[in-house]
């Protein structure tokens, strides 16, 4: 159905090529699943399928490209549109009509299929990823997986023999991207159309997957039977690598076979774990860093936040989780000061007054927020630039409170936490977890006590997401109280001492990660929920369990 | 797949029904008879300068209006119309008494304003001086009648939504109706970008004021649009739009230039029509001349492009009556013909109590069956229909 033969593709000014050699095939009927680092390629394997590369991005493409027998040099991605169906990471960007019938219906529209016939396919399709109740909304007003729903319907519609689908749970929720992907999956059995997905949450999709391609990031792809790809790949989620460290043969893919496994090294691990999932730095005896009383966050007639308290030590992180909606983001803001809060007090210690009633550069010296598209703090031309006003920032907002101290630049806390990054690059050139590492660093320069972070993990694949653990700790160590809004547990089994879960603006949870992310089952990482009813969260306190050696 | 048509497809008639609570079925009339129905009064209101016919085409307006509009967004703009309706008047009118104008000889002086001296090279415009009743009265008269030509706009705008409107668009101006629809849908998704930005410079001491504030909202905002429209090109591209068939590049000049020279006939065409001056013959030449290569130059390039189109408006009898009544109404204004034409547009020398034409007023009521003839509008869940 696909046939990638001898492809390379370089960009317009680029020195290296992106893909070389790339020999591939995908049957009719396959869900392919594309793995790899961000920027390994994957997103122009994937634009390579309909033609949007080379026709719509530039560079030279050579070898050839089949995409259900017709080759993208000589069709446009346009005339493809019959063939190949194409879903983005961010649904709303690509949506041209504004209701979901009409959105639906428009491919269709161009192919000039005839109305009768539209109207029936946006029907099945309507029904097809459980929409129909949606039919004459808005496309704007609708949650971030119902859009991304619509987008794989409008793509569905016209009928193509391939799905190409990029990264379409990235800026998802679980529960919306579980909804996706189990969309999806649906799809490959129902209608057998032939999937190919780039996808980070590869714990959901790889029990379906009948390929994986692998992209290790030096331009070459690696395709092949899923267990025997991810034997080697780099990327791998906790199971594989928990099956791969029990020397399981073929290799785990869903937690429900892995968990047929365990029993037996269920028996040879001991009860209780050798070592903790992470080594805290909580200091309990100094004053906490952040104290806050009664916090109500309402906006009209709705309440974000319910009269919350928090106290938050030193040295501490927390994982701030629970549903979209449920004022995990209201809460941070409130707390930082610049966003709205209808009452309650903030104190941090060293302080005397609230960080709500001080102007916005002294807010920032005692606490630090990274929000949600960190980008949006972005604006100057170089990497180097954006560190020297930050320095510039920090050292006047210092200089008004009168305080004095030993001032760490911008640029030795980036080298500290995101190594590598070029300083002549511009920003918005770099990846989003090197964005995400700079923006934290522009924020640190004010040397704030407490340093939020929302939803940092939006879009970061494992690399970036161990990047940004390794940043966390040692910021921690360093003995900066941290709070980081997620819904990635196994992100926050790893970056984090303590797990707050709030529902409906109010706190319904917290305390120790190792007791809170055990506790309920949609709250555990693949460890637990594998090794159940042990206690072990990582594949690390499992490896020290087995092996004594390096454990002390 | 096919197998769920047969379940969906009552379902979505069970609502209508439901909704419609027994009489006519609730939907959305065709946009084009709304635009056609309102371009005709607006052809009858700049007809006549008769305050009385004028008062009723407004009358009739806003009773068609509040009849039929939806509760969608778009059909809540009435009032900001009536609102610059009213503005043009007033403008009108204080223009008229501060630049003393249009005050002859015997005219009944209400005030004198002040007058103040303007230099020589301005000796053209005279500020202050007398103001007349009937100078007053004809720039109300005037303000009045551009006032109605908005009021009709409006209730084109309000009535059919201007996006499903941009649907019915030629084949050959497809392209240019998504070019509008993507615009509006892109002016709100800007707003939240500059509010998400602004609150997060707050984070960065959202030091520095003037250039620096503008360089650091703008930046990150406009590399966020340009992002977002490179993404939405890129997806319109692989969704198949300009898909462009069998068009050589002689048969898209050939479209161009008939379009082209239709368009400027259509305005002669207009000119001539409207302005009382010109002879009928060159208005209804230039207007039927016009028309003919305009619609030679759509079926061209509509020839070129093989679309469909998803859910098509129906044109039945509510279309057809809602249309004639409306351009009856027109007909009548524009033929001078069954009543003394100089009713249309009595004089103000002397002053006096215009009378009103029976057969024009009828003309204009009759404008006002529109309201019965459409269909009831869809409501709640369907509204955006």
Known sequence: MIHFDQVGVTYDGATAPVLRDVRMRVEEGELCLVIGHTGSGKSTLLAAINGLVPHFTGGTLTGRVLAGGRDTARFRPRELADVVGVVGQDPLAGFVTDTVEEELAYTMEQLAIDPAAMRARVEETLDLLGIAELRHRALRTLSGGQQQRVAIGAALTAHPRILVLDEPTSALDPASAEDVLAAITRLVHDLGVTVV?????????????????????????????????????????????????????????????????????????????????????????????LTARGIVVRY???????????????????????????????????????????????????????????????????????????????????????????????????????????????????????????????????????????????????APAVILLDEPTRGLDYQAKAGLTGALDRLAARGHAIVVATHDVEFATRACDRVVVMAEGEIVTDGPAATALTASPTFAPQVAKILAPLPYLTVAQVAAALDPVPAP | MSALTGQA????????????????????????????????????????????????????????????????????????????????????????????SGVTP?????????????????????????????????????????????????????????????????????????????????????????????????????????????????????????????????????????????????????????????????????????????????????????????????AMGGRRVSRSRYRPDPWRWPEWTVVSCGLATAVVLCLNAGYNPAALNPGLYPLQWPSLPLLPAAAILAAALAALAAPPPPTATGASR
């Open chain 1, 197 to 289: 997905l780039a996808e980070h949450r590869l714990e959901r999709v790889l029990p379906y997957a009948d390929r994986v391609a692998w992209l290790p990031g030096d331009g070459t792809v690696t395709a092949g039977d899923p267990a025997a790809v991810l034997s080697r790949a780099g990327v791998v989620p906790p199971v594989v690598e928990l099956g791969r460290l029990a020397g399981w043969d073929p290799l785990p893919l869903s937690v429900r076979d892995a968990r047929r496994r365990a029993p037996q090294l269920r028996r040879q691990l001991p009860g209780t774990p050798p070592v903790t999932h992470r080594s805290a730095h909580t200091d309990r005896d100094a004053p906490p860093a």
């Open chain 2, 106 to 298: 015997g005219d009944l002086i209400l005030f004198r304003l002040p007058r103040i001296p303007t230099p020589a090279w301005y000796a053209g415009v005279q500020i202050g001086g007398p103001v007349s009743l009937e100078a007053v009265l004809s720039a109300t008269i005037d303000g009045a009648r551009l006032a109605c030509l908005l009021c009709c706009v409006g209730a084109a705008n309000t009535l059919a939504n201007p996006k499903r409107a941009l649907r019915v668009l030629p084949g050959a101006l497809y392209e240019l109706g998504v070019a509008v629809t993507v615009a509006l849908s892109v002016a709100p998704q800007l707003v939240e970008s500059v509010q998400r930005v602004r609150r997060a410079r707050r984070l960065r001491g959202a030091s520095g004021r003037g250039l620096r504030a503008l360089r650091a909202i703008a930046i990150p905002v406009l590399h966020d649009s340009l992002e977002r429209s490179l993404r939405l090109a890129a997806g319109m591209d692989s969704r198949g739009y300009g898909r462009t068939g069998n068009a050589t590049p002689a048969s898209r000049r050939l479209t161009a230039t008939l379009m082209l020279a239709g368009l400027a006939g259509l305005c002669i065409g207009a000119y001539g029509l409207l302005d009382i001056t010109v002879p009928r013959a060159v208005g209804i030449g230039g207007f039927a001349a016009g028309a003919a290569l305009c619609v030679s130059g759509l």
């Open chain 1, 300 to 446: 009209g007639p709705l309440i974000a936040v319910r009269g919350v308290d928090l106290t938050l030590s030193r040295g501490e992180s927390t994982a701030l989780m629970g549903r979209n909606g449920s004022g995990k983001s209201s809460l941070l803001w409130a707390l930082q000061g610049s966003g709205r809060r209808s009452a309650g007090r903030v104190s941090v210690a060293g302080a005397a007054a609230d960080p709500a009633d001080l102007p916005a550069a002294g807010a920032r010296r005692l606490v630090g927020l990274v929000p949600q598209t960190p980008a949006d703090l972005l604006y100057l031309d170089t990497v180097a630039a954006e560190l020297a006003q930050a320095d510039r920032d920090a050292h006047d907002s210092s200089r008004d409170a009168g305080a004095s101290g030993e001032a760490v630049t911008a640029r030795a806390i980036l080298d500290d936490i995101a190594p590598g990054v070029s300083h002549g690059m511009h920003p918005r050139d770099l990846s989003a977890g090197q964005q995400l590492a700079l923006v934290l660093a522009v924020q640190l320069a004010a």
């Open chain 2, 9 to 100: 497809v009552p379902a979505a008639r069970r609502r209508d029904t439901a909704a419609s609570g027994g009489g006519r079925l609730p939907r959305a009339l065709h946009p084009v008879a709304w635009w056609v129905w309102a371009g005709a009064l607006a052809t009858a209101a700049s007809r006549t300068s008769n305050p009385l016919l004028l008062l009723l085409i407004f009358a009739v307006v806003g009773v068609v209006v509040t009849a039929r509009r939806t509760d969608a967004p778009w059909a809540r703009g009435y009032r900001f119309y009536l609102g610059m309706a009213l503005t043009v008047i007033a403008i009108r009118v204080i223009f008229r008494i501060v630049f003393e």
